[in-house]
């Protein structure tokens, strides 16, 4: 199937380990994003790259690394664990377009304690 | 820098009637374009309709149609039929070419349908 895929769907690890959530997309998209989804539900952007290029960097704690090998991965490495970094973590791809609409993978829920 | 506001956190509709749900946002843009997503339960993202900011015509897919008055910044959702599946969470969403192309949403309306 065509799709966004990220892996792990849950993930519980304790408050200073480092951890890594992967995606892939098979759509041709040359966009992907990531996204945090608090527990009040608001989905903020963290990062965006367009053909492995970083384009978009939010206020994001640099324990955050995002690693795009090709245009259709992007991985997400989380360093040093904090209570706060609990979340639910959405992988997104689109075509550079404005037109064209984000199609995002299920989310990762990431629980620290 | 571009908002997306949902003034409304929860709303409720009988199964079989008709709901709106509101979304403004504020752009310098002149350009731009507007999603509505649902999120189930399931916790997927779904896009349920786009509009075209140039288009005057406002997108329908099948039960979903959308009010956008385009002067006023507005935006909103109209679900006709209400179907017990149409519950969840539903965010508005816009995007223009500036700003990275990010989609940047509103804070979602939790939509309830009562049998």
């Known amino acids: 199937d065509t799709a966004v895929s990220q892996t792990p769907k849950y993930l519980v690890t304790q408050m200073g380990n480092d951890k890594s959530i992967k995606c892939e997309q098979n759509l041709g998209h040359d966009t992907m994003y990531w996204y945090k989804q608090d527990s009040k539900k608001f989905l903020k952007i963290m990062f965006s790259y367009n053909n492995k290029e970083l384009i978009i960097n939010e206020t994001v704690p640099n324990r955050f690394s995002p690693k795009s090998p090709d245009k259709a991965h992007l991985n997400l490495h989380i360093n040093s664990l904090e209570l706060g970094d609990s979340a639910v973590y959405f992988c997104?791809?689109?075509?550079?377009?404005?037109?064209?609409?984000?199609?995002f993978g299920n989310g990762t829920r990431l629980t620290v304690t | 820098a571009q908002t997306v506001t949902q003034s409304q956190p929860e709303m409720s509709v009988q199964e079989a009637e008709t709901v709106t749900l509101s979304c403004t946002y504020d752009?310098?843009?002149?350009?731009?374009?507007l999603f509505w997503y649902k999120q189930p339960p399931s916790r997927q993202m779904i896009l349920v309709i786009r509009?075209?900011?140039?288009?005057?015509q406002n997108a329908t897919e099948n039960r979903f149609s959308v009010n956008f008055q385009k002067a006023a910044k507005s935006f909103s959702l109209k679900i006709s039929d209400s179907q017990l599946g149409d519950a969840a969470m539903y965010f508005c969403a816009y995007r223009a070419e500036t700003s990275g192309s990010r989609l940047t949403f509103g804070e979602g309306t939790q939509l309830t349908v009562n049998p």
């Open positions: 997104a791809s689109s075509l550079t377009q404005a037109n064209s609409p984000l199609h």
């Open positions: 752009t310098s843009e002149s350009d731009y374009y």
């Open positions: 509009q075209e900011a140039y288009k005057q």
